[in-house]
């Protein structure tokens, strides 16, 4: 697929901002953004210099690449609603199997960036991993040529392998985010800046690329000090909060060296 194509985007939030930016500045031509909201889609083709619309009935349909980048729940009710057309049509999700294009498209596949994405923060796009996958091989191939442009990481992934790696990218991502929003959460309770964190978040992250994750582990509930366990756990009076430290607890405890004995 050349970089003549004309693609147009359906969604308008922090994934279609970003893979929409990626293949502008990979040579793409964005033809058209869509969005239910106006707002949002305006928006974004402003910063693509493209048209866009609100409403499913003047998407256009002589594109050769449509790029589904919305939410999982919306994405059936938004293909029975796009015109037929004899495009590529892909989505950007990590659970959704591909096969959710059947009967709505010849030409369908999926190109599932594996990165969070804020609209308002750059990213490198050449770092991020692009999963995809697509029915016909040839559209695969076309699939593999788009993101190659874009990524240095481009791998062929069926969609049973994807919902599992968006899976683990839930609990690497967005579960290890919520920690830090209650770590934060403590520290400002006794009047603190959340910045006193950030050296310690940072070098967890770094040691990975050097150690494995359960090498990497110290703390209390790796060494079983259950006195520092008891302490934390009386300090904590969200009892939300005293389940996740004492379920997270064990099982760090369970899954160490230290998994024969019990807390």
Same mark, same amino acid.
């Given at each position: 697929?050349?970089?003549?194509? &004309? ?94 294009? &059947? ?15 804020? &609209? ?86 770094? &040691? ?56």
């Amino acid at each position: 697929m050349n970089r003549d194509m &004309k693609i147009v985007f359906i969604g308008s939030g922090n994934v279609a901002t970003h893979l929409s930016a990626a293949m502008q500045k990979a040579g793409y031509t964005v033809g058209q953004v869509y969005s239910r909201n106006e707002t949002h889609a305006r928006t974004l083709a402003g910063r693509l210099h493209c048209d866009w619309t609100a409403k499913t009935g003047e998407i256009i349909s002589t594109a050769d690449l449509y790029v589904f980048a919305v939410k999982d729940g919306a994405l059936p009710e938004l293909l029975a609603q796009t015109p037929v057309n004899n495009g590529l049509w892909i989505h950007t999700a990590g659970s959704v199997p591909m096969d959710v294009f &059947k009967g709505y498209a010849a030409h369908y596949g999926v190109l599932y960036p594996l990165q969070t994405f804020s &609209k308002n923060r750059d990213t490198d796009f050449r770092r991020v991993p692009c999963l995809i996958e697509a029915l016909l091989p040839e559209d695969e191939t076309r699939l593999h040529e788009i993101a190659a442009r874009l990524s240095d990481h481009v791998q062929t992934l069926s969609s049973e392998k994807r919902k599992f790696v968006h899976l683990a990218a839930v609990f690497a991502c967005n579960f290890s985010n919520h920690m830090y929003a209650l770590a934060g959460k403590l520290v400002r309770e006794q009047g603190l800046s959340t910045d006193i964190l950030l050296p310690l978040i940072d070098e967890t992250a770094a &040691k990975i690329h050097a150690l494995s994750p359960s090498d990497a582990q110290t703390g209390p509930a790796v060494r079983g000090d259950r006195q520092i366990l008891d302490r934390h756990l009386a300090l904590l009076s969200d009892p939300a909060m005293r389940e996740i430290y004492q379920l997270i607890s064990n099982h760090i405890y369970k899954t160490t060296k230290y998994e024969q004995h019990s807390l």
